[in-house]
């Protein structure tokens, strides 16, 4: 081998001793470049049962990473999830090198309420673990599954992406009251209001806006208890109160034991007696069906002697004006007595409405989802007596204006008794005096009666003059 050659081939081999250099240290600096490991990306779960994270909810939020051996940290930038919010002064930064902890004076900015920007004095010591903690953040409203962006930079001034992870968390949709509640919290006259033990206790606004529409779907269930419940109960009453008044021993023995066991024992334990006795007998049925028979049941007992009040107050001269046109019994009760008790015993029902709806309360016993119910479950939860109080406001959407209508039937049923005491231009004298219902009751009799009759030997002013007659 010649000389040229010779000189040739060592120029080949610190090319290639170059080129092996070369790599080894561009793999040294891809290897710095990334030695920054994720430890941790983490969302505190901060619903009651502390088991999965709410969205517009404050929770806190934790990064944490290992740095390389031969590698200093200046700055560490993080993305929170799109739509996160979170306040620079909740933004708390630990350093660790081995098992001392480090004090560092970190600087904070927050940019869009999601970018944060975390800048040391110093860069941090190689191989520390860094751990940045957002607390009081708020995430999404609207729910979903977020990983890490961000970036770092080395005490050189380099800029370098974070690491790649497969590190997630699982935020869980809120409704918009619970945003709006969380929205309510942060504002400084709600802090002020709750700063009140009572008003906190009783009355705090963050509750109130959450309480309601679940509170509302209970109203729902107890309004529907209400309408299916008393329409059903009236004509049972009304049969309860026929027996109770009935000639013949053995019904009216029955109707009054029945009226008298259900008016004489609580409807809460006949509520136990239905929802446990029953499933014990092997007769099970759905809640709600069974809510609505214990109701029917026991406010017929109170209806039977409602109408029985009120049949008794009819005068005895409408029952023997209605015979003397030829009615029947049956044609007499369910023509001339029954439309004249209805009319006195409405405001009398009213009441007895408004306390079957309260009534529904107790249903929360034995596991119906009304309003008490509903309640009762967000007060364990929170450990506020304020949603019984947004329940006792539901309660009051019904019972004012139904006791308002009591009074104006009331008033109204008084004022028609307190007429003119004259007919036309003509005083009536005491002897002549009439009964408004007697001669409304005797014209719709004599009507009646040539309906079932046929024509009625009595002309109307004959009828009134009969009426009038008994009346006295």
């Known amino acids: 081998m010649g000389t040229q050659e010779r000189i040739l081939v060592r120029k080949g081999g610190v090319a290639a001793v170059l080129a092996v250099a070369a790599l080894a240290l561009s793999l040294a600096f891809s290897t710095t470049a990334q030695a920054l490991e994720v430890e941790r990306w983490t969302a505190q779960p901060n619903d009651a049962d502390l088991s999965q994270v709410l969205g517009a909810t404050p929770t806190r939020v934790t990064w944490q990473g290992q740095t390389g051996e031969d ?17 620079a002064g909740n933004v708390k930064t630990t350093v660790m090198n081995g098992l001392d902890r480090l004090e560092f004076d970190s600087q904070v900015e927050v940019r869009d309420g999601a970018h944060v920007t975390v800048s040391f004095p110093e860069p941090t010591p190689a191989g520390a673990l860094i751990m940045i903690e957002f607390n009081r953040t708020l995430l999404p409203g609207e729910g979903g599954t977020f990983g890490l962006t961000g970036s770092y930079a080395t005490a050189d001034g380099t800029a370098l992406d974070m690491p790649a992870t497969d590190k997630t968390f699982d935020v869980v949709s809120t409704s918009p009251a619970e945003q709006f509640s969380t929205w309510l919290g942060m504002q400084d006259w709600v802090k002020a209001w709750n700063s009140n033990k009572f008003l906190h206790l009783f009355f705090d606004p963050t ?6 529409p679940t509170v509302f779907a209970g109203w729902l269930i107890a309004i529907a ?8 109960a009236i004509p049972i009453g009304l049969l309860w109160s026929f027996m109770r008044m009935a000639k013949h021993r053995v019904p009216r023995a029955i109707g009054a034991a029945y009226i008298n066991v ?54 005895t001269g409408q029952f023997e004006a209605a015979r003397s046109l030829g009615m029947n019994g049956a044609q007499t009760m369910f023509f001339v007595i029954i ?13 007895e409405f408004i306390l079957m709806y309260k009534d529904t309360s107790l249903l929360a016993a034995v596991g119906v989802m009304e309003i008490m119910m509903y309640a009762k479950t967000i007060t364990a939860a929170t450990g506020n007596v304020t ?37 036309g231009d003509r005083s009536i004298t005491s002897e002549e005096s009439v009964v408004p219902d007697t001669d409304a009751a005797v014209a719709r009799s004599i009507r009646m009666s040539e309906t079932f009759a046929g024509p009625s030997t009595i002309d109307l002013d004959d009828g009134l003059a009969h009426g009038n007659h008994i009346s006295h």
């Open 339 to 351: 439309p004249q008790t209805v009319r006195r015993v409405i405001p009398t029902m009213t009441s």
């Open 207 to 212: 509750i109130i806006v959450t309480s309601v």
């Open 262 to 315: 259900v008016r004489g024992t609580p409807l809460f334990l006949q509520i136990y007696i239905a929802f446990f006795g029953l499933p014990l007998m092997g007769i099970k049925m759905d809640l709600f069906v069974l809510g609505t028979i214990v109701l029917v049941l026991n406010s017929s007992a109170y209806l039977a002697e409602i109408f029985r009040a009120g049949i008794q107050s009819i005068n």
């Open 71 to 87: 590698e200093s940290v200046s700055q560490v930038v993080v993305d929170l999830p799109a739509g996160s919010t979170v306040e």
């Open 387 to 423: 949603p019984y109080i947004v329940a006792a406001a539901f309660y009051l959407i019904v019972t004012i204006p139904m006791t308002k209508l009591i009074n104006m039937m009331e008033a109204r049923m008084a004022g028609g008794r307190k007429r003119k005491k004259g007919l």
């Open 225 to 232: 208890l209400v309408i299916v419940s008393f329409p059903l």
